[in-house]
């Protein structure tokens, strides 16, 4: 499950906008103020979301916040490099609080979206001598531990290594901030 977003913070914003509770009870909070709360949701979730998602998030929060609401707010956001939009081929949009360079995992089978530190891994060594590297972002399509589990487990009964792989995927689920 996500971690809920907290009536408290959106209240917190709506009075440092000298707005009444009142008036987001009216449904008239302003864009700024819900391209706010859009920032908030994506930045206190630790994995990567999509625009439904964050709609869904904003939605507990602000009733009437439209869908085409949150989805401009998010391109505005990411325009801007608060966010990071991360397109995965045959995937919807995610959307990355993680502003650093980074590449990502993403499992085949399950979805799961898993940042990969950009250091250790030249992307230099990959384009023709006079090509100036201005930006990378790698998508590493993968199977997860936790999918791979359960695809070894269904061919072979014997165990083997099945602890190992249950390690990995503890491990993996805990980045993911998704378990
Ligand atoms: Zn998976
Ligand atoms: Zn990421």
Do not use: W
């Not at 959307?95 to 030249?122: K, Q």
């Not at 936790?146 to 009964?157: K, P, Q, T, V």
Request: aromatic residues 4%; proline residues 4%.
């Amino acid at each position: 499950m996500y971690p809920k977003i907290k009536l408290e913070l959106f209240i917190r914003l709506v009075k440092r906008r000298r707005l009444s509770v009142a008036a987001t009870v009216r449904q008239t909070v302003g864009e700024t103020l819900q391209r706010q709360m859009v920032l908030e949701i994506v930045r206190q979730n630790e994995g990567h979301l999509t625009a439904d998602e964050i709609y869904l998030l904003a939605s507990e929060q602000l009733s009437s916040i439209s869908r085409s609401t949150v989805y401009r707010n998010l391109n505005i956001l990411a325009e801007r490099g608060l966010v990071v939009a991360v397109n995965a081929p045959e995937r919807p949009t995610f959307f990355d609080r993680n502003t650093e360079p980074h590449h990502h995992a993403v499992c085949v089978s399950c979805g799961m979206l898993l940042d990969i530190p950009a250091d250790g891994f030249d992307v230099r060594s990959l384009v023709p001598p006079g090509y100036e590297v201005v930006s990378a972002s790698l998508i590493v399509n993968c199977i997860c531990a936790r999918c791979g589990e359960g695809m070894s487990g269904a061919l072979d009964e014997s165990g083997g290594t099945a602890a190992d792989g249950r390690a990995q995927a503890d491990a993996s689920a805990a980045a993911d901030g998704r378990a």
